[in-house]
Nanobody, 115 residues
Framework: QVQLVESGGGLVQAGGSLRLSCAAS????????MGWYRQAPGKQRELVAT???????NYADSVNGRFTISRDNAKRMVFLQMNSLKSEDTAAYYC?????????WGQGTQVTVSS
């Protein structure tokens, strides 16, 4: 099992930046799939970005070019740098990991972008 704890959310004006962090409770060297999802009120949870243990990344079209996902395996951390934020980025953001076929989620961190 792995526990995930997100941090870094908050209130920011449109056009601003935030950096989300996700700390894992155990080594993530062997965890291939990690990433970020988000869920806005009244909407389904959606993929934001994923990263493999080898560093391959994938982004939702809506954030491609504005968000950057990265991971530091030695520090057991995954990051999401969010630039040029828009009001439609407002959501709860969840860290995600898939280990041995099982999904794990953090408790979420709220990002609110004011226009």
């Amino acid at each position: 099992q792995v526990q995930l704890v997100e941090s870094g959310g908050g209130l920011v004006q449109a056009g601003g930046s935030l950096r989300l962090s996700c700390a894992a409770s155990r080594t993530i060297f062997s965890i291939n799939d990690m990433g970020w999802y988000r869920q806005a009120p009244g909407k389904q949870r959606e993929l934001v970005a994923t990263i493999t243990s080898g560093g391959s990344t994938n982004y939702a079209d809506s954030v491609n070019g504005r968000f950057t996902i990265s991971r530091d395996n030695a520090k057991r951390m995954v990051f999401l740098q969010m630039n040029s934020l828009k009001s439609e980025d407002t959501a709860a953001y969840y860290c995600y990991a898939r280990n041995a076929g099982s999904p794990y989620w953090g408790q979420g961190t709220q990002v609110t972008v004011s226009s």
